[in-house]
C-alpha cells in the first residue's frame, strides 16, 4: 500500500520535501501507523507541533463543536474564541499587549518584520544558523544562506550575527529595529543560546530603542518547561511568535506584542483571510486547556530530564550528549550518523528526525509518559546499536 501512495505522490505533488519517509494513516496518543499497519511511537510529534498527540479527544471535541456551531466568519467580525485566545495568550505572559492571528509560524514573522518597518527603522538582526520559516520576509531573517540563496532579492536590511553575547554587544545601535531571535535554534539542530544572551538582548534593545522579537514557535506551547522559551531567562520581549504546538496539529500562528510594539500597525496595515477565525481560537483554547489542566508543561521539564538520562545510560560511543530543555531534545553524536541512525530508529518502529548530520531531535508530545520513554529508550538503543555495528 504505502509504495502505491509514494508513487503516486510523486506524481502529484512539488518536490520540496523529497520522497516522504512514510505514508500515514492513523494516529492516537504518541503512536501512528502506517498505510502497510507498521506501528510506530511518534518522538517527533509532527516537528513540536503536536502536543497533546494524535487524535486526542479534547482537540477532536473542540474541532467537532466549534465547526458545528461557527466555523469561519471573516476579519469583519470577531468571535469569543478568538478574544478569549489572544486574552489568554497575553496572560500567560503576564503582561499587557495585542495579538494579530495568523495561520502558521512564517505569517507570524512576516507579521513582526511588517511591524519592525513601523518603527521608522529598517535595520533588522538576526542571528547564523536561524530559521525563521520560507515566506520572503522570514526567509530573510532566516541565517541559513543555503536556503535563502536562490530567491534573492530577499526584503533588505536584515544582518546576521553569530549568537553571542559579544556580537550583540558589537551590533545593537541606535540604527537597530528589531532583534530577531529563537530561545533555541530548533532546526540548526536544537541550539541553545549561550548562557546570558537572551538577558544581554533584553538589556541591549531597550537601551537603544530597538525591538526584541522572540520566536516561540518551536519552543512555545509549554515545550521546553515554560510557557515560552524566553521565560527561563527572566525577561519580557517587546514580542513573540508562535504556531506549531499552540494549535496542536490545528493551523494556527499569531504575533503577540507588549508594550509601543502593539500600536505599531494602525488600521489597515496588515490581515488575513483565515487568521484568528472561530475554529482555529476555539482549537488552540482546547488545546492550551489541556497544557493548563494537566501538568503538561511541569510535564515536559519531568520526560525530558528522564530521556535524557535514559539516553545517556545507553553509553553509547555514538552520542557524545544531550541538548535543548524540556521536550525539545537534540541527541549530539560523534560522526555524521543521523540520517543513517533516523531510519534505523523507524525501521524498529520509532520515529525521531535528524535535524543535521550529527543530530538526532525530538519534539514528542506533551503528554506522554513513562511507556513511551521506555519505548523510545528501547528502539533508539536497537537503533545506535545497529548503526554502531556497521561501522
Ligand atoms: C523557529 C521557527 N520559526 C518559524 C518556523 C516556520 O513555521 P511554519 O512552518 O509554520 O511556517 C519554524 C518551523 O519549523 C520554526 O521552527
Given at each position: ?164 553575547v ?26 541553545e543560546l549561550p548562557d546570558g544572551f537572551?538577558e ?192
Amino acid at each position: 500500500m504505502s509504495q502505491q501512495w509514494q508513487e503516486r505522490y510523486a506524481g502529484a505533488l512539488m518536490n520540496t520535501f523529497g520522497p516522504p519517509k512514510l505514508v500515514l494513516v492513523r494516529g492516537e496518543g504518541a503512536h501512528v501507523w502506517d498505510a502497510d499497519g507498521k506501528e510506530y511511537v511518534d518522538l517527533l510529534g509532527g516537528i513540536a507541533v503536536n502536543a497533546l498527540g494524535h487524535a486526542h479527544p479534547a482537540l477532536v471535541a473542540a474541532v467537532t463543536e466549534q465547526l458545528t456551531t461557527l466555523g469561519h466568519v471573516s476579519n469583519f467580525f470577531t468571535s469569543a474564541p478568538q478574544v478569549e485566545l489572544a486574552e489568554r495568550l497575553l496572560s500567560l505572559v503576564a503582561a499587557d499587549g495585542r495579538v494579530f492571528f495568523t495561520n502558521s509560524g512564517t505569517e507570524a514573522n512576516e507579521a513582526a518584520f511588517k511591524l519592525t518597518r513601523r518603527t521608522g527603522r529598517t535595520h533588522l538582526v538576526a542571528a547564523e544558523g536561524s530559521f525563521h520559516g520560507r515566506t520572503m520576509g522570514s526567509l530573510a531573517l532566516t541565517g541559513k544562506p543555503h536556503m535563502r540563496e536562490a530567491f534573492e532579492p530577499l526584503p533588505g536590511g536584515v544582518e546576521h550575527i553569530p549568537a553571542t553575547v559579544e556580537a550583540l554587544e558589537a551590533t545593537i545601535d541606535e540604527s537597530v529595529a528589531a532583534l530577531f531571535v529563537e530561545p533555541i535554534q530548533g532546526e540548526a539542530g536544537v541550539v541553545e543560546l549561550p548562557d546570558g544572551f537572551m538577558e544581554a538582548a533584553r538589556e541591549l534593545t531597550a537601551r537603544h530603542g530597538a525591538l526584541l522579537v522572540v520566536d516561540e514557535i518551536q519552543t512555545g506551547a509549554g515545550r521546553t518547561g515554560q510557557w515560552f522559551g524566553f521565560q527561563h531567562a527572566g525577561i519580557t520581549p517587546d514580542a513573540i511568535t508562535v504556531a506549531k504546538g499552540i494549535g496542536g496539529g490545528f493551523p494556527i500562528g499569531g504575533l503577540v506584542t507588549f508594550g509601543r510594539a502593539s500600536s505599531l500597525y494602525s488600521k489597515g496595515q496588515h490581515g488575513s483571510t483565515f487568521g484568528g477565525n472561530p475554529l482555529a481560537t476555539a482549537v488552540a483554547n482546547a488545546v492550551l486547556d489541556e497544557i493548563e489542566t494537566t501538568g503538561l508543561v511541569e510535564n515536559a521539564t519531568v520526560r525530558g530530564t528522564q530521556i535524557r538520562e535514559r539516553v545517556e545510560a545507553m553509553d553509547s560511543p555514538l552520542v557524545t550528549g544531550t541538548r535543548g530543555r524540556g521536550l525539545l531534545l537534540g541527541v549530539a553524536l560523534s560522526e555524521p550518523v543521523a540520517m543513517p541512525l533516523a531510519a534505523e530508529a523507524m525501521r524498529a518502529g520509532l520515529i525521531v528526525n535528524a535535524a543535521n548530520d550529527s543530530t538526532i531531535r525530538m519534539a514528542p508530545p506533551l503528554n506522554i509518559g513513562d511507556a513511551e520513554v521506555d519505548e523510545f529508550a528501547d528502539k533508539f538503543s536497537l537503533a545506535l546499536d545497529a548503526v554502531a555495528s556497521r561501522r
